[in-house]
């Protein structure tokens, strides 16, 4: 029974619920004093009253199940314009999950409906501004973004004609599984650029020996048998990433300033604009068309040597495409980007701009922690994590809010420990554990396991049998947080389906051999060893046995963890080191003999090794290895660890040991050139890939643990 509406039904635009990146309109006027808007889709939605934007969702769910937002609107005397932008992409991503397209919708005022999808009050059109055939923003986020744009194409937003707002025949869908938000709701917070940092020229049609090209564009087929959707590279209509590679930059002339607010263009010319650090928000900005032309928005998180930016950097199409007739427009745009850089070329025509901002999408839990150290250097570490967190904490917990705005395992298991540490609650990570206990199987994976993202489609079958693992020691650690036992033990059987799926790999010596599938440690060299035996996937599933005995009081469980530690110490241990695997010849297992500074942190991480057992490996550990490491010159044979997980577990050890002041010492020394050069902390120790990873906020966990013990 719906308890969420009162009189609303689920529709779309008749005849299009199963086509892509559909854009869908509605429109109603009304006045009155207090308006409470309710809204649940599967696609994603933008509120604008007046014309202003004043809201955007939803909170993300599981297949088949949709949040229902709960918004108030404050209206002004007399009469109001209120509308609803959403789109529905039906193909298949790791940000949002293909399903057919529908919006379910109803606005009271005064505590009246005056409004009502499938009954009353809504206007509906087909939005037909955005162009459909477009590349897939990434691999892993369905569509990029382009427009056509004519002087008149917001007026449907306050009750005018709009020559791109086709009113369009609805038709009624089935009823859907609704549930609460379970979050507190968006807030409008805009965020205006700091600096201009360059001006430019550049000339349009240089063909470069080569284009790049990436999975995105060339993976594209069938996604109904879990291949990559989109639209094919011969079907589309702009092709956003080749125009871009045949712009050639003739000047490049730094001029770092404080912007005015204001970027005057003409044909072949382009400014370079900076934030204060990386955001994430929707593109915004009010722009004066004074001859026809076609105006583009290019953003990234770094800057090339050149001083340029780089749309394309981590197979991303971070790129907006404005083709515009001459005439005044407030645009923005329908999706969130992330970065700290951003370009603005006119290819065609003359352009004004003013005041381009990001209308900022970020976690709404009110951050309640306070760090009071005096050092500059760590409170800008402190802020850079705060920073991160936020971004990666919207409605679930993701791995970046760029490349794929995925709520990944393992890295939400650090995550929500800062979500507790930074708002004293746990209630995004209810939202995303609860998303991955309503479904009762998912589609494409084996009986058992559970995608290694969600809410996503598990794109070509995969999966990684470690975030599976992670999964359950995150639900021991939220219950060790929260006390919710009762919440945790309605996974019993997701759980234990796990653990009957891990069972038909486990060896005559209980070891996990042979694991299928994207088997993952870590971003590092430890990574190319996960084959046969890998002693740190082991080792997870030996605390992930633990777990299960201290949950749900399995003593099985327990007894078979402690025999599991015993093989792993006697079959990893060479006398200084943990390896990390064996390998099958002539048909028995041999060690590798290969030994990754990774493997040593997941041992001791696990409790397979403690100081106390293993002291020699220990003061080795704290002494020889470290952010200073590449300068010691030690154990150059030790493949080093990366951020994630490697160098994560390290200062989460040294934390567990109260080892506080090596701890912030590491912290700078890990942490302070990614504040000093995005405001944000990376994926990688390297630029290369996300410089905003949602697991990297734990080091807000590290500065407060570390305040609280000196300050006792």
Known sequence: MNTFFEKATPVWLKGLSTEKTVTMGLYTKLSGEKCVLRVATSGFYRVFLNGEF???????????????????????NGQNHLSIEVVNYYINSFASQMQEGFIEAEVSVDSHIVAATGVEGFKAFR???????????????????????????????????SSNAVPFEVEELSEKSLLPRGISPFEVSRIGFENKMS?????????????????????????FKSELGGWK??????????????????????????????????????????????????????????????????????????????????????????DMTEGSYCFSTAEPFGFKYMR?????????????????????????????????????????????????????????????????????????????ALTGDNRIERNFLENYNLPKSFEFLPEGMIPMCYPA??????????????????LEDHYQRTGDKDFVLGFK????????????????????????????????????FVQDINFPSNMIYCKVLRAVGNVFGDEAALKKAEKLAEVIRKRSFNGEFFTDNEVYRDGRPVSSGERSETCQYYAFFTEIATPETYPEL??????????????????????????????????????????????????????????????????????KASCNHGFASYAAVFLLEAEKHFNK
């Open 54 to 76: 004043v809201a955007h969702g939803p909170a993300r769910c599981a297949k088949g199940f949709f949040r229902v937002d709960e918004i108030e609107i404050p209206l002004k």
């Open 127 to 161: 939005l037909d501004e955005r162009v459909r055939r477009v590349q897939r923003y990434s691999y892993q986020r369905p569509a990029a973004e382009s427009y056509r744009l004519t002087p008149d194409v917001h007026n449907w937003r306050v009750g005018g004609q």
């Open 618 to 687: 220990w003061q080795r550990l704290l002494t020889d290895f470290g952010p200073d490491r590449g300068e010691k010159g030690l154990w150059p044979e030790i493949w080093p660890s990366n951020s994630f997980v490697g160098n994560y577990l390290r200062l989460d050890l040294l934390r567990r040991y109260g080892l506080f002041e090596q701890l912030l010492k590491e912290c700078v020394g890990y942490f302070e050139y990614m504040a000093d050069r995005t405001g944000t902390l990376w994926e990688n120790t390297y630029d």
């Open 344 to 420: 603005i070329s006119a290819v065609e025509g003359e352009f004004t701009v003013k005041n381009p901002h990001i209308i900022e999408l970020c976690c709404c839990e009110p951050i309640t922690a306070e760090y009071r150290t005096a050092d500059p250097v760590l409170q800008k570490v402190f802020k850079a994590a705060v920073n991160t967190f936020k971004q990666n904490a919207v409605d679930i917990f993701m791995d970046c809010p760029t490349r794929e705005r995925a709520g990944w395992l393992c890295d939400s298991f650090f995550t929500a420990r800062t979500e507790l």
């Open 199 to 223: 001006d430019g020229e550049f000339i349009v049609g240089v063909k470069p020996e080569k284009y790049c090209k990436d999975r995105s564009l060339y993976g594209v087929g069938d996604c």
């Open 233 to 322: 590279e011969d079907e589309l209509e702009w092709h956003l990433s080749d125009d871009v590679q045949e712009w050639q930059t003739t000047r490049l002339t730094p001029d770092i300033s404080k912007y005015s607010g204001e970027t005057a263009l003409k044909k072949g010319q382009f400014e370079i604009l900076s934030l204060p650090f990386e955001q994430t928000g929707f593109i915004a900005a009010e722009i004066e068309c004074k001859q026809s032309g076609t105006l583009y928005f290019t953003v990234d998180e770094t800057l090339r040597p050149s001083g340029d930016v780089d749309p394309l950097s981590m197979q991303c199409t971070n790129i907006v495409r404005l």
């Open 493 to 528: 059987d997701r759980v234990y389906g796990l653990l009957k799926y891990f069972e038909q790999f486990e060896n005559a010596d209980g070891l996990l051999e042979k694991l299928e599938n994207w088997v993952f440690v870590e971003w590092s060299k430890a990574n190319d």
């Open 457 to 474: 489609d598990a794109i070509n079958g995969q999966f990684i049998p470690n975030w599976a693992m992670w999964f359950i020691l995150q």
